[in-house]
């Protein structure tokens, strides 16, 4: 059983950065897609962004593209949401996701993904 971990949640300004991480306990998640979705406050789940297990293929909502980025280390053990120019709205539990990468594109839709974190807060206020 896959367990993922992420961390770097917290309380940011408008405008401001924030890095998540997603890892997983003891293995690498180099044959995985990973793809990191949010819950704000009344909101349906949204799925963010994704990442194909070989990094070529990333995705991003519309309302995130030029803002957030992903990314994976080099080790292959931590698929990483650098979140920039942060607003109001983006204040949500963001949550990652992983699922076998059986085809080289990775999927923002959250019916796909078996395993997933606990979640971590981030909140965007002044």
């Known amino acids: 059983q896959l367990q993922l971990v992420e961390s770097g949640g917290g309380l940011v300004q408008p405008g401001g950065s924030r890095r998540l991480s997603c890892a997983a306990s003891?293995?690498?998640?180099?044959?995985?897609?990973i793809g990191w979705f949010r819950q704000g406050p009344g909101k349906e789940r949204e799925g963010v962004s994704c990442i194909s297990g070989s990094g070529e293929h990333t995705a991003y909502a519309d309302s995130v593209k030029g803002r957030f980025a992903i990314s994976r280390d080099g080790a292959k053990k931590t698929v990483f949401l650098q979140m920039n120019d942060l607003k109001a709205e983006d204040t949500a539990v963001y949550f990652c996701?992983?699922?076998?990468?059986?085809?080289?594109?990775?999927?923002?839709?959250?019916?796909?993904?078996?395993?997933w974190g606990q979640g971590a807060q981030v909140t965007v206020s002044s």
């Open positions: 003891d293995t690498t998640l180099d044959i995985y897609h």
């Open positions: 996701a992983a699922t076998l990468g059986r085809y080289s594109s990775c999927s923002r839709s959250d019916r796909v993904y078996a395993y």
